[in-house]
């Protein structure tokens, strides 16, 4: 089953403007990772923030948690066209290395 | 290091036929998973090992599939008979679980066709 849903599930934006997705959870976490799939590739590490951390940074990249309502997102600034992938959140619990992934969304960087 | 390394890259088979996938992780990460790709369930976990050790199968949909590790550079995710329900994108990943860095980094995946 799915651990996370990611909202929206597509989104189409302009080159330069910032793209957000977010992504909800249901069971407590260790922590919670984003990773982006470019088309027919394997999935790839973008950040991972550990449940005591609320905001983190890296480069383009921002990254909120908020425990209390089991959500995340995944702020993306300056998009550019090679931004456009699928990008997918993964949680895990304490004690239990078991990685679980929402649904992913679709982000469409139009030049 | 070549990262993560799955083979075939594409495999296409027939109904009954047993199919192989291959995995070779990233040397000296300890664990090990299994995961399957659909457009309709999105990407399932079916398996995964840490020090060669299955630990949690319950992914596993059914008796026809069954993973070994039998040592820490090499994995296989056996599907026997198939069936064109099994036609999905198979992607193995490896981790080096170390306190609270759970990063897992990914193959290119195996795209099985069943026909």
């Known amino acids: 089953s799915q651990q996370g849903e990611e909202d929206p599930q597509a989104l189409s934006i302009q080159e330069g403007e910032n793209a957000t997705m977010n992504c909800s959870y249901k069971?407590?976490?260790?922590?919670l990772q984003w990773y982006r799939q470019n088309s027919g590739r394997g999935l790839v590490h973008l950040i991972l923030?550990?449940?005591?951390?609320r905001e983190k940074h890296s480069g383009r990249l921002r990254v909120t948690l908020d425990t209390s309502k089991k959500s995340s997102s995944l702020l993306i600034t300056a998009s550019r066209a090679a931004d456009t992938a699928s990008y997918f959140c993964?949680?895990?619990?304490?004690?239990?290395?078991?990685?679980?992934f929402g649904t992913g969304t679709r982000l469409t960087i139009i030049p | 290091d070549a990262g993560v390394i799955q083979s075939p890259r594409h495999e296409v088979t027939e109904m009954g036929q047993e199919v192989t996938l291959r995995c070779k992780p990233i040397?000296?990460?300890?664990?090990l998973f299994w995961y399957r790709q659909t457009m309709m369930r999105g990407l399932e976990l079916l398996i995964y090992?840490?020090?060669?050790?299955?630990?949690?199968d319950s992914g596993m949909p059914e008796d026809r599939f069954s993973a070994k590790m039998p040592n820490a550079s090499f994995s296989t995710l056996k599907i026997q008979p198939s069936e064109p329900r099994d036609s999905a994108v198979y992607f193995c990943?490896?981790?080096?679980?170390?306190?609270?860095?759970?990063?897992?980094?990914f193959g290119q995946g195996t795209r099985l066709t069943v026909v």
């Open positions: 990943a490896s981790s080096l679980i170390q306190g609270v860095n759970t990063e897992a980094f």
């Open positions: 069971t407590s976490i260790n922590n």
């Open positions: 923030i550990r449940s005591n951390e």
């Open positions: 993964a949680t895990d619990a304490r004690g239990n290395e078991k990685l679980t």
């Open positions: 040397s000296g990460h300890n664990s």
């Open positions: 090992f840490n020090n060669n050790v299955p630990i949690d």
